[in-house]
C-alpha cells in the first residue's frame, strides 16, 4: 500500500534535491529538502539548477492514465494495486494514479513560474536568460498541456503564490489554457537555441514538434478546431524537413539505447547504473514481475504481414531459462537479457532512454492532418514512410504493403491503426483515443467485463479528492 502526503498544485518554494538524486519524494508539510529564492539563486549555477531540476518529472507518464484505459492492452496482473479498477472503467478520485498525474505537472509548473519571476534580475548574460526563459516556459507548456488533456478545464497558475491563501484558483476553461500552452511553445520556439545545452533538455525543434502535437490535439476532439490541422500538418513538415533528423532503417535501433539517434528529438535520459526506466518492470512477464501493459492477441494479430514491429516489437513464447514466458510482452523498453539471467524486479537496472518525441510521430501528424485537410492523395506519403521503415523484408513489397485507394474515414482508422502499432507504450495512448473520439474501441474490445461501460465521461479522469476538498474546485463527472 502506498502512503501519501498531501501535495497543492502549488507552493512557495522549489524542490530541486529530487533532479539530482534521481529520487522522486513526495513533499512533506514541514519540507526539509527544499530551497528559498535566497538560497539557490545567489549566482547564475542556481538558476541552470533549478531548470535541470525541472526535467526530474519527465516524461509525465504516468502508467494506468496515459496508457492502460486503451483497447490495445489485455488485464494487467491481479497483483498490481488499482489497476484492474482502472482498466475495468471503474477508477475513483482517491486513487494515488490521479494524484501522480495531477501532482506532476504542477510541481513542474510551480518551478516554473518561480524561475519566470526571478529571471528578469538574474546575474546572466541577455543569452543565457532567453534561453532558460524560453526553457522554463517550454516546460510549463508541456506540464499543462498534459494537465488538460487528462482533466480538462484545470486551474491556471501563472506566478507564484505569495501565500498561501492565495494558492486556491477556479478551474480555468480548457480553451484558454491551450491559449497559453501555445504562447509559451510559439515563445520557445523563437527563443530557444538551435542545440540543447545537453541531451536530455529542450532546444528549437522540440518546440516545434510539440506545437505540431498541440495543433493536432486542438484540432480534434473535445475542442474541434478543425483549422488547426494546417498548423498541425506544417509544424510536422518543418520538423521533417530540419535535416537533422532521419528515421533510422531498422526499427529496433530505436530503442534500447542509452544516447539520442537520428531519429530522437526528446529523450528523457538516465545515468547507466543507477536504473531509471521503469517500463520494464510494467510490460516484462516473466516469472516475480507484476506487469501492467500486454499486449492483447486481437493486438498481437492485427499488425500487417512482415511487421517488424510485431516480429521484434511484441515476443510471444520467449524462451526464457525457466521456460516460455506466461504472456506476450512488449519488447521495445524490456532488457531481455534481465530476463535471460533470472533478474527480478527489485534487482532490475534499466538505464535505456524513454522518448517524449520522436520523428516517426511527425510522420504520422502530417498524415493524419493532411487526410483530415485535403483528404488521403497526399497523405499516403507520410503514412506510408512508416509503413516502410517497419517492413521486415524492405525488398518485399507485401510486407506492410503501402496504403492506397483509402476513404477519408478509412484514412482516419488507418491512422489510428499505425500510431497504436508504432507508438505504443509511449504514453500517447489515452490522449491518441480522446482526440479521435474513439473510446468506443475499448468498449468493443472488453465488452462485458468492464465494471462501467463506456460513457461521456471518459472524456475526462477524475480530480484527485484531495484537490477537491483543499482547493474547493468541482469534480468531472464520475463514472456511472
Not at 120 to 133: G, I, S, V, Y
Not at 243 to 268: C, K, P, Q
Request: charged share 20%; glycine share 6%.
Amino acid at each position: 500500500m502506498k502512503r501519501y502526503i498531501k501535495y497543492t498544485w502549488a507552493g512557495l518554494f522549489l524542490v530541486v534535491a529530487a533532479a539530482h538524486t534521481g529520487c522522486e519524494k513526495m513533499l512533506a508539510e514541514d519540507p526539509k529538502t527544499v530551497l528559498s529564492p535566497g538560497g539557490i539563486l545567489t549566482n547564475p549555477d542556481g538558476y541552470e539548477a533549478v531548470a535541470k531540476g525541472m526535467y526530474a518529472s519527465f516524461p509525465m507518464y504516468v502508467t494506468f492514465t496515459h496508457e492502460l484505459i486503451a483497447d490495445i492492452y489485455r488485464a494487467p496482473d491481479a497483483g498490481v494495486e488499482q489497476a484492474l479498477p482502472i482498466y475495468n472503467n471503474n477508477p475513483t478520485p482517491s486513487y494515488y494514479n490521479a494524484r501522480d498525474a495531477w501532482n506532476g505537472p504542477y510541481g513542474v509548473i510551480k518551478n516554473a513560474n518561480f524561475l519566470l519571476e526571478y529571471l528578469p534580475e538574474a546575474p546572466l548574460d541577455d543569452t543565457k536568460r532567453a534561453q532558460l526563459t524560453a526553457e522554463a516556459r517550454f516546460l510549463r507548456a508541456y506540464a499543462f498541456f498534459d494537465l488538460v488533456q487528462l482533466f480538462g478545464d484545470v486551474p491556471m497558475p501563472t506566478k507564484v503564490a505569495p501565500s498561501y491563501a492565495e494558492l486556491q484558483l477556479p478551474r480555468t476553461p480548457q480553451g484558454e489554457v491551450y491559449n497559453l500552452i501555445v504562447d509559451d511553445l510559439l515563445f520557445a520556439e523563437s527563443n530557444l537555441p538551435d542545440v540543447g545545452p545537453q541531451e536530455g533538455r529542450v532546444y528549437k525543434a522540440v518546440a516545434t514538434a510539440l506545437l505540431a502535437r498541440v495543433y493536432l490535439t486542438m484540432a480534434g476532439n473535445p475542442l474541434n478546431l478543425t483549422d488547426y490541422y494546417t498548423q498541425a500538418r506544417d509544424k510536422a513538415l518543418a520538423v521533417i524537413g530540419d535535416g537533422r533528423f532521419a528515421l533510422l532503417d531498422d526499427y529496433t535501433a530505436v530503442f534500447h539505447n542509452e544516447a539520442y539517434t537520428s531519429e530522437s528529438i526528446w529523450e528523457r535520459q538516465y545515468v547507466p547504473g543507477r536504473g531509471g526506466n521503469g517500463l520494464h518492470n510494467t510490460m516484462c512477464t516473466a516469472e516475480g514481475y507484476r506487469p501492467v501493459l500486454m499486449p492483447t492477441d486481437a493486438f498481437v494479430s492485427s499488425f500487417p504481414n512482415g511487421d517488424r514491429r510485431k516480429t521484434w516489437g511484441i515476443q510471444q513464447n520467449y524462451a526464457a531459462p525457466n521456460g516460455p514466458l506466461r504472456l506476450p510482452f512488449f519488447q521495445k523498453f524490456v532488457d531481455t537479457d534481465l530476463i535471460d539471467r533470472g533478474v527480478g524486479p527489485s534487482q532490475a537496472m534499466v538505464s535505456w532512454s524513454r522518448p517524449i518525441i520522436r520523428l516517426a510521430e511527425m510522420y504520422l501528424i502530417a498524415a493524419e492532418a493532411e487526410n483530415e485537410i485535403n483528404g488521403p492523395a497526399d497523405a499516403y506519403r507520410y503514412i506510408n514512410k512508416i509503413r516502410e521503415r517497419a517492413r521486415l523484408d524492405k525488398g518485399n513489397a507485401s510486407h506492410v504493403p503501402d496504403l492506397a485507394g483509402l476513404t477519408k474515414e478509412q484514412f482516419r482508422e488507418a491512422v489510428i491503426n499505425e500510431r497504436n502499432w508504432e507508438l505504443h507504450a509511449e504514453g500517447l495512448g489515452w490522449q491518441t483515443m480522446k482526440r479521435t473520439n474513439t473510446f468506443s474501441r475499448i468498449q468493443e474490445a472488453r465488452g462485458s467485463s468492464l465494471n462501467v461501460p463506456i460513457g461521456p465521461y471518459n472524456q475526462t479522469w477524475l480530480i484527485p479528492v484531495e484537490e477537491i476538498t483543499t482547493n474547493n474546485i468541482p469534480q468531472n463527472p464520475l463514472y456511472q
